[in-house]
């Protein structure tokens, strides 16, 4: 057969209809050996293509059996606790890569991203918010929108308040899953979906979106749009923004590399490479026009700040005479403090 791209089991919440509003997966798995695979699709009829299938009770303990015996035990495992639950299951079986086409098959693919198996731009993800219904997150759950109502009243008729932390396509990745070795100081702040690298410190006005994130270490106290990743050893001060390829940045991938720093307030609209600079204040978009200087500070030519897209080791400045906007070498890398930095 030919080789699966992922798998995973899970168990979410539907609404009354029966349409599923999220869904939860414990272990996704990528590339799964051929046995595993061969047992998933041969258990649950799965003849290709990507499809996501409810699981019944039946079905668990066949499927954990197969399970074990290509000793994916910890696959059984869950299955077995699946057992006897009363709760939505269902399996999603991605043949390729292709975009999203269910609520099941796009929260796996966010799972990917958060369990760190795969990085930001290394799936597809194009369509996926026509794929997500918006909800209401709340102490109870997902809820469907039109059936917050009556919930609401319920919860008042039982002496209790149905709390309502927000209402978004995406949920608070932190309610899924917890990746090793990072702070995060508010957990709305970061959406299922981000990828953060081992050595990551969220402070409270960072802010992670999914198919975004950071290599690690880094310390983040600005603003990672979607589609933007953050290499390792960067900072990003209080305040400080990314443009994303959803706010307005287009099909220009924005990233930072190495060892970079946006101060406080500053942003930047273009990638940059290692070792780069952009001072307290400055926003730096494709169109932004640079003065490039020498080591003696004299101007050697005027450029648009998308020339200069993906460069290592420059230091963006505003001249505080004239108002300019300068580049020149980055003389000084960041380094970072290991004591904020140890998780």
């Known amino acids: 057969m030919s080789k699966v791209f992922s798998i995973g089991f899970g168990v979410g919440t539907c609404n009354e209809k029966g349409e599923w509003l999220e869904v939860y997966f414990p272990q996704p798995m990528l590339y799964p050996s051929e046995g595993v695979a061969k047992a998933v699709t041969s258990v649950l009829?799965?003849?290709?293509?990507?499809?996501?299938v409810a699981l019944d009770e039946a079905q668990l303990e066949p499927l954990a059996n197969q399970l074990e015996s290509t000793g994916s035990t910890a696959q059984a495992a869950i299955l077995r606790q699946f057992a006897n639950r009363q709760r939505p299951l269902v399996a999603v079986v991605l043949h390729?890569?292709?975009a999203p086409q269910s609520v099941p098959e796009s929260y796996l693919k966010l799972h990917l991203l958060s369990h760190r198996l795969v990085k930001p731009h290394e799936i597809r993800l194009d369509g996926i918010f026509g794929q997500l219904p918006n909800v209401a997150w709340t102490n109870k759950g997902a809820i469907d929108l039109t059936e917050l109502p009556a919930r609401q009243l319920e919860a008042r008729l039982n002496g209790e308040v149905l709390e309502v932390s927000c209402v978004d396509k995406f949920p608070k990745m932190t309610n899924y899953v917890v990746p090793k070795g990072v702070r995060i100081a508010h957990t709305a702040r970061v959406r299922l979906g981000a990828y953060l690298g081992e050595g990551t410190t969220i402070m409270h006005e960072g802010f992670v979106n999914f198919n975004a994130g950071t290599e690690g270490?880094?310390?983040i106290e600005g603003r990672i749009s979607a589609g933007v990743f953050v290499g390792a050893g960067s900072d990003l001060g209080g305040g400080s923004s990314t443009m994303g390829t959803l706010s307005g940045g287009g099909n220009i991938v924005i990233s930072l590399g190495e060892g970079c720093l946006l101060g406080a307030n500053a942003g930047t609209g273009i990638p940059l490479g290692d070792r780069c600079t952009v001072e307290s204040g400055l926003y730096i978009t494709a169109g932004t026009k640079v003065a490039v200087l020498d080591d003696k500070g004299a101007v050697v030519e005027s450029?648009?700040?998308?020339?200069?897209?993906?460069?290592?080791?420059?230091?963006?400045?505003?001249?505080?005479?004239?108002?300019?906007?300068?580049?020149l070498t980055n003389k000084s890398a960041v380094e970072l403090n290991a004591e904020l930095h140890s998780n």
């Open 303 to 327: 450029v648009k700040a998308r020339d200069l897209a993906g460069k290592s080791d420059l230091l963006f400045r505003r001249n505080s005479s004239t108002g300019a906007v300068e580049c």
């Open 96 to 98: 390729s890569d292709d």
């Open 217 to 219: 270490p880094g310390m």
């Open 45 to 52: 009829d799965i003849s290709g293509g990507n499809v996501a």
